[in-house]
């Protein structure tokens, strides 16, 4: 009898400390690094307004940040025909948007018809931009829509990722969403406050309604070092993206809160400027247009050593434009370019230079001499500058570093094209090569080492530009991934952009926090969200 006593109360406790735990969600708090542009979704092209669509927008799928698989969201399922033009959605019946407002096919066709509104100028939109003519939506059924582009979308499905569906009817327009929360205050300049969705459809496997968080606040901080110092006092409980140094400082001082997820989607590189009508010499243009050139600066320079000084071991010499964090589309048969002077200075014999007493010459008797520009917001780029400076100098080549402000930089590169070389980094977000057409087309304006071309300036360029077109026509992912892989090679072989490091996903996170898992892929450490929730209520020092 005792023991049957004592069997059920431990049961009972059990059952009651379960409870007590998906109760107490608590609030958790963030920063945003800076304002948010807007909080219409379809409007989105700041890193801040992005951070709110992805905490408040309901999608149709979304990949799932750890696995990188697509899974149902709004949309039970979905089929893609026409030869990757048409998409067709299943939607989830019964569900409301935060305001009561019910869901339906309708909200969809509404959505789409303002994302792809050209008035609208949507950069999220820019990526189903496939060919002229309107985007045509059917509907089909309360819960069936299809949407139809005038020619064909590659990765059509994994796109949608992106796209936060609007209710067609609710007076609050866009303030109406779909998402875990919706935004309850905003005090511009100081925060963003969201409170839990009662609408929102998702429960855990065991059956518990989601999100388990009761609020989110967003502070507006675009200081950095204010940031860790609240993070220390117990003010936040997570930094979604460290810098190397930062994450260092944290991790001497409270080890067990700092996460390294490993290489991320992100690059650093540089180039040099190959555009014709370029105020540089033209001895110098030639040397930038040489691929033996290009080849011997990108072995001489030491990757191994920017990841191991630069940022401190958080970082992995990088291969090429696909990280191999992004383990469909990387081409894993590449290698990062191996540290050798030696096969530089023969790379640069077969180009026409020569070494003599220290300097290296072109075959016109020029020493050769270059400047790099960087921006002066980033410690990292300098030190990979003036230590790309040092390596070069071992084989001759004299190497000036230019840090400018990041406006004037941006003039320099994209406007006057009046620079020899640049150290820049690129913030990938989407595992898909697609997104990355406005960087491989030769006409595009994003083609930084010699953008906007009416006509492919080499024979390589004009290769790449049929592989991006042809990865971008096909519904087939083989024939995809083998354009891309090629696009892969001949970036390697050409070395257009030399590419350098890829850094690692750093973030920390409070012992507060509960589930959350970071990863590599945006947003690393709240991609989970309507699993989080913050331990004793989350109650902040301070607050």
């Not at 048409?86 to 009561?100: A, H, N, P, Q, V």
């Not at 997820?261 to 110098?284: C, H, R």
């Not at 990041?406 to 003039?411: G, H, R, T, V, Y």
Request: glycine content about 6%; overall charge neutral.
């Amino acid at each position: 009898m005792i023991r049957k006593f004592i069997s059920h109360r431990w049961i009972a406790v059990v059952v009651l400390l379960s409870s007590l735990a998906f109760a107490q969600g608590g609030e958790l708090h963030f920063c945003l690094k800076s304002e948010p542009k807007t909080f219409n979704p379809v409007l989105v092209a700041d890193d801040s307004s992005e951070v709110v669509r992805y905490l408040t927008g309901g999608v149709l799928v979304r990949v799932n940040r750890q696995t990188q698989q697509l899974e149902p969201e709004l949309a039970t399922s979905w089929k893609v025909s026409d030869a990757g033009r048409t998409i067709t959605f299943k939607l989830r019946e019964g569900l409301y948007f935060s305001d009561g407002t019910p869901f339906s096919a309708d909200d969809v066709a509404f959505t789409v018809k303002q994302l792809m509104d050209p008035n609208v100028h949507s950069v999220t939109a820019d990526v189903f931009r496939s060919g002229t003519g309107a985007v045509q939506t059917k509907i089909l059924g309360p819960d069936r829509v299809t949407v139809t582009f005038p020619a064909a979308v590659a990765g059509i499905d994994k796109l949608f990722d992106q796209v936060a569906i609007m209710s067609a009817k609710s007076p609050k327009k866009e303030m109406a969403v779909l998402g875990p929360f919706y935004i309850a205050d905003y005090k511009p300049g100081s925060y963003v406050y969201l409170r839990k969705n009662g609408n929102y459809w998702k429960k855990d496997a065991q059956g518990h309604k989601l999100p388990l968080l009761d609020a989110v606040k967003l502070d507006i901080q675009p200081n950095r070092d204010i940031e860790l110092m609240r993070f220390k006092r117990g003010e936040l409980d997570l930094i979604n993206a460290l810098d190397s140094d930062y994450f260092d400082k944290l991790a001497s001082a409270a080890p067990n809160e700092v996460r390294d997820a490993g290489p991320s989607l992100d690059s650093e590189q540089m180039w040099f400027n190959e555009v014709p009508t370029a105020p540089i010499p033209d001895y110098k243009k030639a040397w930038f247009q040489s691929q033996n050139f290009r080849q011997a600066i990108s072995m001489s320079i030491n990757r191994a050593d920017l990841c191991r000084i630069v940022f401190a071991g958080h970082a992995q010499p990088a291969v090429g434009p696909t990280s191999p964090a992004n383990h469909f589309w990387f081409n894993s048969k590449l290698r990062a370019y191996p540290f050798d002077q030696q096969d530089a200075l023969n790379h640069l014999a077969l180009a026409g230079f020569k070494l003599q007493d220290g300097v290296l010459r072109d075959s016109g008797g020029h020493a050769v001499e270059f400047s790099i520009v960087t921006n002066s917001s980033s410690k990292p780029r300098e030190r990979m500058a003036t230590m790309i400076q040092q390596d070069l100098r071992t084989i001759g080549i004299k190497v000036n570093v230019v840090v400018l402000d990041f406006p004037s930089l941006i003039e320099r590169i994209g406007e006057k094209f009046n620079y020899e070389a640049a150290l820049l980094g690129l913030i990938n977000t989407e595992l898909d090569p697609n997104v990355q057409m406005n960087l491989w087309l030769s006409s595009a304006e994003n083609h930084q080492w010699n953008p906007n071309q009416k006509t492919p300036a080499t024979a390589w360029e004009a290769d790449v530009d049929k592989l991006m077109r042809l990865q971008a026509s096909t519904a087939d992912p083989k024939k995809r991934k083998a354009a891309w892989d090629r696009v892969q090679e001949i970036v390697y072989e050409q070395q257009p952009f030399i590419y350098l490091v890829n850094k690692n996903a750093l973030s920390a996170v409070s012992p507060n926090l509960a589930n959350a898992q970071p990863v590599v892929l945006r947003p690393q450490t709240y991609w989970n969200i309507d699993e989080l929730y913050v331990r004793n209520g989350g109650d902040k020092a301070g607050k």
